[in-house]
């Protein structure tokens, strides 16, 4: 049994393959958490402690007993104005301005399964595995205030999910004020604080610190996960490395603007929270309604960061991500993005489709600049039709062409946003979210849509669909500025920013279900809306609008902590950069892109004899590796800070027979000396034999010492190790 409650003590059990996370319902009704750390038999309650607190409020129940707090106690879902005065998940105002409310545990319910969540992504149970889900119940009567806690168990991926439901059961409206949906409260223990920062071409750098008093948060305002913050947070003891030590992971499955904040207290007790972004946010609960706090997945690993990132991998490849393409291999594209940018016609891209077939490519993307006079970037968002006169035929009749080709055929497209100039803005002005009688912020020329309306989302949604019906296989939903101004014309402000993302949701879902052999590959001018959120619908996402071979190293570097490999896209461009103007080997940038679901953005027809072999041998061993890189288990084999020394690593099969190990020496210097590197997750006692030279190796000598890389010749040098067990 995955959860378990004891009633004489008010237990719940939350048992993984290797975790165990536990929290009571108390005699006085609170819920505190107890323990979420390596798996263990019994009970944690003796690890709570009772003294006087000074100035730290004690309930009302407890009479003249002081020693029971909960600005000192660890809690499950602490609410303001309860005495607790750290950071909240919960903010209630009444009708009459008055904050607060007290909650106590009413009710639970242990069922069999995996709960979803109605209008939001959520994980799910394969049909293969263990789950079960626990809802506690607990209510505040002033108010008719009831909120659900959830909990999503999945034993064997080390997995446990947290959502909320608040609703109004009372006769008069209150306002939520912030909701967050995840807490993990520590009485004790040294931490550092992982994170990740980052900015248009620059996404999720890593970020350590040791926590320290006061809250440190993270977050996005922007109607989008962002460039900026990955809505991730990872607490780590100290001491703890790729492959040793206590680490705890917290992940956001919401697209839009979240909070994580990480709070150190008097005590030296340490709060994590995560939710939905307090910025304009005001959510009003008639009587009767609710509203559900996005999904948080939770990990635990007493092996270090590397395990960490198998769970969280393993969850989103297989418990978030759906569809065909979620086991199915992905197909090796040629984007036309940075080969043409907005300059070609219905000729020149069947040449370069022409071209990328003779070199392996699968499939076809036309990027930006299809449609209705769309030659920069100033215009025709929204008019979804091709520009005939540009392309010379019909958008059926290029596919068709295409298709002859032996290619598939995908294309761009930024649903969620209009242009000034465009059919549909000077038809729909209410569909963009202005603020009337302010000047309208914009952001690469464009307006967002207001995707709370049923009108726009039908408008979308048929658009697509027509472009869908033309024979064109794959999208890529971009989406290139961030969301300034919440206003609908349809009202209800303060509930835009979560009404927004529910439309998204809505409209995603109807078409994945519609055309389910369809891949659509999420973006958001680069990684700006890398999220788990996303990836239950678009299983891969475009990672950065970085091309560049170095930089995406760190990007890739962060991303993989959190995402697994086969969520990560990544193409070969030309040089000199179009980002940093750096000039890279072909087989370096070859390297750097096949981290996941891998492409060109080049164009075919510029490039040498030479450079045509060379590529169409890289996509005939990308295609060989594909597996290991999209399914097997990912190793960061360097440290950040050893990143300009090089910067390695690995994907090992799921039977530890195979091997795949990439490295890049950024910098070479005079008389170097050797670097090593020591792979990970080999079979223990067992040879290896190094596909390239021939030697047998032995595994645990490998996993011990590390192998010596061959001296580079020059900067950017990058080496493939192949190995196989004997
Ligand atoms: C964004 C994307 C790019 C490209 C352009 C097209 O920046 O991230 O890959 O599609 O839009 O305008």
């Given at each position: 049994m995955a959860i378990t409650f004891d009633e004489g003590r008010g237990i719940f059990t939350l048992t993984t393959k290797t975790s165990t996370y536990q929290m009571m319902a108390d005699s006085f009704g609170y819920l505190l958490h107890l323990y979420y750390g390596a798996k263990t038999e019994g009970f944690t309650d003796w690890g709570l402690t009772f003294a006087d607190r000074g100035f730290s409020g004690s309930p009302y129940d407890l009479g003249r007993n002081r020693t029971y707090s909960l600005d000192a106690l660890p809690q499950e879902f602490p609410v303001q104005g309860t005495g607790d005065y750290r950071t909240p998940l919960l903010v209630v105002r009444d009708s009459e301005g008055t904050y607060g409310a007290d909650l106590h545990y009413h009710s639970h319910e242990i069922t069999e399964g995996k709960y979803s969540l109605s209008g939001l992504p959520a994980v799910y149970a394969n049909p293969d595995e263990e789950a079960q889900t626990l809802s506690i119940t607990l209510k505040n009567d002033r108010l008719g205030l009831n909120v659900k806690l959830l909990y999503g168990v999945i034993p064997s991926k080390d997995i446990i999910t947290r959502s909320v439901i608040v609703s109004n059961e009372g006769s008069k409206p209150f306002t939520v004020q912030k909701l967050c949906s995840s807490c993990l409260d520590f009485t004790h223990g040294d931490f550092d604080l992982i994170t990740f920062y980052g900015r248009h071409t620059f996404e999720r750098q890593y970020q350590r610190q040791k926590l320290r008093h006061g809250i440190f948060s993270i977050g996005s305002r922007r109607g989008m996960s962002s460039h900026q913050y990955s809505p991730l947070v990872i607490l780590a003891g100290h001491g703890a490395t790729e492959s040793h030590g206590r680490c705890w992971g917290m992940e956001f499955v919401y697209s839009g603007g979240f909070c994580a904040e990480v709070e150190h207290d008097q005590y030296r007790q340490t709060r994590v929270i995560m939710g939905l972004a307090q910025d304009k946010f005001s959510y009003e609960l008639a009587p009767g309604e609710e509203i559900t706090g996005p999904e948080v997945i939770m990990t635990f690993s007493n092996e270090g960061l590397g395990k960490l990132s198998h769970n969280l991998h393993a969850c989103i490849r297989e418990n978030i991500c759906r569809g065909k393409f979620k086991a199915s291999p992905r197909p090796v594209v040629l984007n036309t993005w940075e080969a043409l940018y907005f300059n070609f016609d219905g000729k020149k891209i069947l040449e370069v489709a022409e071209s990328a077939k003779e070199l392996g490519v699968d499939m076809l993307v036309l990027d930006d600049g299809w449609f209705m006079k769309r030659n920069d970037d100033f215009r025709a968002l929204g008019d979804w039709k091709a520009d005939e006169e540009k392309l010379g035929c019909t958008l059926s009749e290029l596919a068709n062409s295409v298709k002859s080709i032996g290619l598939d055929f995908g294309i761009w497209v930024e649903p969620e946003m209009i242009s000034e100039d465009s059919n549909l803005y000077r038809e729909h002005k209410d569909w963009a979210m202005i603020i009337p009688g302010e000047k309208p912020v914009l952001g690469r020329n464009q307006l967002v849509l207001d995707l709370s309306r049923k009108d726009v989302r039908e408008y979308i949604f048929d658009a697509m669909c027509s472009i869908l019906n033309q024979g064109v296989t794959y999208l890529k939903w971009d989406y290139n500025r961030s969301i300034a101004e919440l206003y609908?014309?349809?009202?209800s402000n303060g509930k835009l920013a979560y009404k927004y993302i529910l439309g998204l949701y809505e409209i995603l879902e109807r078409i994945t279900s519609e055309y389910p052999d369809v891949l659509i590959e999420g973006c958001a001018g680069g990684g700006g809306r890398f999220d788990a959120g996303m990836m239950y619908y678009t299983p891969q996402i475009w990672c950065s609008d970085n091309t560049d071979a170095l930089d995406r190293l760190s990007i890739h570097y962060g991303t993989s902590f959190g995402y697994p490999m086969s969520a990560i896209v990544a193409h070969v461009s030309t040089c000199p950069n179009h980002q940093t103007g750096r000039i890279t080997p072909l087989n370096t940038r070859y390297i750097t892109s096949m981290t996941g679901a891998f492409g060109y953005e080049l164009d075919p027809l510029k490039l040498s004899d030479d450079e045509r072999r060379e590529i169409s041998a890289q996509i005939q061993q990308y295609k060989q590796d594909r597996e290991i890189i999209t399914h097997g288990l990912y190793y960061r084999l360097s440290k950040p800070e050893n990143i300009h020394r090089y910067c390695a690593w690995e994907y090992v099969s799921n039977d530890g027979s195979k091997a795949l190990i990439n490295v890049v020496i950024p910098q070479n210097h005079g008389n170097m000396p050797v670097i090593y590197v020591t792979p990970r997750g080999l079979t223990s006692g067992a040879f290896y034999r190094d596909i390239e030279t021939g030697k047998i190796l032995p595994s645990d000598a490998l996993m011990d010492s590390g192998f010596p890389l061959e001296m580079p010749k020059s900067d950017y040098e990058a080496f493939t190790i192949r190995l196989e067990r004997v």
């Amino acid at each position: 049994m995955a959860i378990t409650f004891d009633e004489g003590r008010g237990i719940f059990t939350l048992t993984t393959k290797t975790s165990t996370y536990q929290m009571m319902a108390d005699s006085f009704g609170y819920l505190l958490h107890l323990y979420y750390g390596a798996k263990t038999e019994g009970f944690t309650d003796w690890g709570l402690t009772f003294a006087d607190r000074g100035f730290s409020g004690s309930p009302y129940d407890l009479g003249r007993n002081r020693t029971y707090s909960l600005d000192a106690l660890p809690q499950e879902f602490p609410v303001q104005g309860t005495g607790d005065y750290r950071t909240p998940l919960l903010v209630v105002r009444d009708s009459e301005g008055t904050y607060g409310a007290d909650l106590h545990y009413h009710s639970h319910e242990i069922t069999e399964g995996k709960y979803s969540l109605s209008g939001l992504p959520a994980v799910y149970a394969n049909p293969d595995e263990e789950a079960q889900t626990l809802s506690i119940t607990l209510k505040n009567d002033r108010l008719g205030l009831n909120v659900k806690l959830l909990y999503g168990v999945i034993p064997s991926k080390d997995i446990i999910t947290r959502s909320v439901i608040v609703s109004n059961e009372g006769s008069k409206p209150f306002t939520v004020q912030k909701l967050c949906s995840s807490c993990l409260d520590f009485t004790h223990g040294d931490f550092d604080l992982i994170t990740f920062y980052g900015r248009h071409t620059f996404e999720r750098q890593y970020q350590r610190q040791k926590l320290r008093h006061g809250i440190f948060s993270i977050g996005s305002r922007r109607g989008m996960s962002s460039h900026q913050y990955s809505p991730l947070v990872i607490l780590a003891g100290h001491g703890a490395t790729e492959s040793h030590g206590r680490c705890w992971g917290m992940e956001f499955v919401y697209s839009g603007g979240f909070c994580a904040e990480v709070e150190h207290d008097q005590y030296r007790q340490t709060r994590v929270i995560m939710g939905l972004a307090q910025d304009k946010f005001s959510y009003e609960l008639a009587p009767g309604e609710e509203i559900t706090g996005p999904e948080v997945i939770m990990t635990f690993s007493n092996e270090g960061l590397g395990k960490l990132s198998h769970n969280l991998h393993a969850c989103i490849r297989e418990n978030i991500c759906r569809g065909k393409f979620k086991a199915s291999p992905r197909p090796v594209v040629l984007n036309t993005w940075e080969a043409l940018y907005f300059n070609f016609d219905g000729k020149k891209i069947l040449e370069v489709a022409e071209s990328a077939k003779e070199l392996g490519v699968d499939m076809l993307v036309l990027d930006d600049g299809w449609f209705m006079k769309r030659n920069d970037d100033f215009r025709a968002l929204g008019d979804w039709k091709a520009d005939e006169e540009k392309l010379g035929c019909t958008l059926s009749e290029l596919a068709n062409s295409v298709k002859s080709i032996g290619l598939d055929f995908g294309i761009w497209v930024e649903p969620e946003m209009i242009s000034e100039d465009s059919n549909l803005y000077r038809e729909h002005k209410d569909w963009a979210m202005i603020i009337p009688g302010e000047k309208p912020v914009l952001g690469r020329n464009q307006l967002v849509l207001d995707l709370s309306r049923k009108d726009v989302r039908e408008y979308i949604f048929d658009a697509m669909c027509s472009i869908l019906n033309q024979g064109v296989t794959y999208l890529k939903w971009d989406y290139n500025r961030s969301i300034a101004e919440l206003y609908s014309h349809e009202g209800s402000n303060g509930k835009l920013a979560y009404k927004y993302i529910l439309g998204l949701y809505e409209i995603l879902e109807r078409i994945t279900s519609e055309y389910p052999d369809v891949l659509i590959e999420g973006c958001a001018g680069g990684g700006g809306r890398f999220d788990a959120g996303m990836m239950y619908y678009t299983p891969q996402i475009w990672c950065s609008d970085n091309t560049d071979a170095l930089d995406r190293l760190s990007i890739h570097y962060g991303t993989s902590f959190g995402y697994p490999m086969s969520a990560i896209v990544a193409h070969v461009s030309t040089c000199p950069n179009h980002q940093t103007g750096r000039i890279t080997p072909l087989n370096t940038r070859y390297i750097t892109s096949m981290t996941g679901a891998f492409g060109y953005e080049l164009d075919p027809l510029k490039l040498s004899d030479d450079e045509r072999r060379e590529i169409s041998a890289q996509i005939q061993q990308y295609k060989q590796d594909r597996e290991i890189i999209t399914h097997g288990l990912y190793y960061r084999l360097s440290k950040p800070e050893n990143i300009h020394r090089y910067c390695a690593w690995e994907y090992v099969s799921n039977d530890g027979s195979k091997a795949l190990i990439n490295v890049v020496i950024p910098q070479n210097h005079g008389n170097m000396p050797v670097i090593y590197v020591t792979p990970r997750g080999l079979t223990s006692g067992a040879f290896y034999r190094d596909i390239e030279t021939g030697k047998i190796l032995p595994s645990d000598a490998l996993m011990d010492s590390g192998f010596p890389l061959e001296m580079p010749k020059s900067d950017y040098e990058a080496f493939t190790i192949r190995l196989e067990r004997v």
